[in-house]
């Protein structure tokens, strides 16, 4: 079974411009998570999509940010123009339909975004 | 509000010596706690995870989690470690009252064996 896989792995851009970073969930998974760590801090929370929808978008920092999950397959994560501060590690997680149960998160391996 | 806590930045063990990774939270409700490790340019792996039952927690290689109601603890122990292990560990909860799935994560303890 294949992972969460994001891209691309590493993203240099001026302070200004725009990126698009990109997250696929691990197959039949509906819940996808995005986190973000700012170096050396803790990893917080953006948001949460189930299916297509947005569940839980109350750590997104501001409107630079757009997340999208067209489809309810992958999800893409906008931001625009980005600035200083939005430089860390963004993290993409899955995980299955929670039933009754509690289920883990799965993560990928990381989008490192530098705005210089 | 939901809050972990990860005491110490880096742990230092020799190989062959027990380890122990603290972590502390505070939810409103009750608490489903996780650890997560990761390596070097590798994404975040899950180790193990507390729910509810038995406070002892047993997780992939060989990790074990004590869960601790009264000091709101859920340290990290393996009873020997490995060279291998050496990586960044990290503390999450969720509550089980509200603020949906999302998890809140501690600052990371960075786990150094040495041969």
């Known amino acids: 079974e294949a992972g969460v896989t994001q891209f691309p792995s590493h993203s240099v851009i001026e302070k200004g411009q725009t990126v698009t970073l990109r997250c696929d969930p691990i197959?039949?998974?509906?819940?996808l998570y995005w986190y973000r760590r700012v170096m050396g801090k803790e990893i917080k929370f953006l948001l949460h999509f189930v299916k297509e929808s947005k569940q839980d978008e109350s750590g997104m920092p501001n409107n630079r940010f757009l997340a999208e999950r067209t489809g309810g397959t992958y999800s893409t994560l906008k931001v625009q123009p980005a600035e200083l501060e939005d430089s860390g590690v963004y993290f993409c997680a899955s995980s299955q339909d929670r039933g009754t149960g509690v289920r883990e998160q799965y993560f990928g391996p990381g989008t490192r975004l530098t705005v210089t | 509000a939901q809050s972990v806590a990860q005491p110490e930045d880096q742990v230092n063990v020799a190989e062959g010596n027990p380890l122990t990774v603290k972590c502390t939270y505070s939810v409103s409700g009750n608490p489903y706690l996780f650890w997560y490790v990761q390596y070097p340019n590798r994404g975040l792996q899950f180790l193990l995870k507390?729910?509810?039952?038995?406070?002892l927690v047993k997780g992939s290689y060989g990790f074990e989690a004590e869960f601790n109601k009264s000091q709101t603890s859920f340290h990290l122990k393996k009873p020997s470690a490995l060279v291998s292990d050496s990586a960044l560990y990290f503390c999450a909860v969720r509550d089980s009252r509200g603020s949906g799935d999302k998890l809140t994560f501690g600052t990371g303890t960075r786990l150094a064996v040495r041969p």
């Open positions: 197959s039949g998974h509906d819940n």
């Open positions: 507390y729910i509810t039952g038995d406070n």
